[in-house]
């Protein structure tokens, strides 16, 4: 299937589009529930002001990406690394340094 120079709305259910390619295609305003984008790759994307809610991302992998202003909350963050550190460590070394300085 080819959809090419489109500007319709596509409404997509209960179906398998596996193994397909998105270039240079404005996704902005859509809506994803109950999707999986397992081995999925992502590049060149602008996720600006994107929310993602309820979501498994265990394994991913996110290089050379700008995550100013990012927010993350309510996740588990067991083996999470942030430039080889790891989130747990950070954590830790953040309460010690919050009650040794008695903010």
Known sequence: MEI?????VLDVKN????????????LSNTHFRNVNL???AFEQVLLSNARVADANVSGALFSNVN?????????Q???MTINGVA???LFEAYET???VGGN
């Not at 090419?4 to 319709?8: E, L, N, P, Q, T």
């Not at 995550?67 to 996740?75: F, G, P, R």
Request: glycine share 2%; hydrophobic share 40%.
């Open 87 to 89: 989130v747990r460590d």
């Open 77 to 79: 963050v067991a083996g």
């Open 97 to 99: 340094a919050k009650s």
């Open 15 to 26: 179906a398998s589009v596996a193994n397909s390619r998105f270039d240079d295609v404005n």
């Open 4 to 8: 090419h120079d489109k500007r319709d």
């Open 38 to 40: 397992a081995a999925a």
């Open 67 to 75: 995550m100013s202003n990012v927010k993350i909350e309510d996740a």
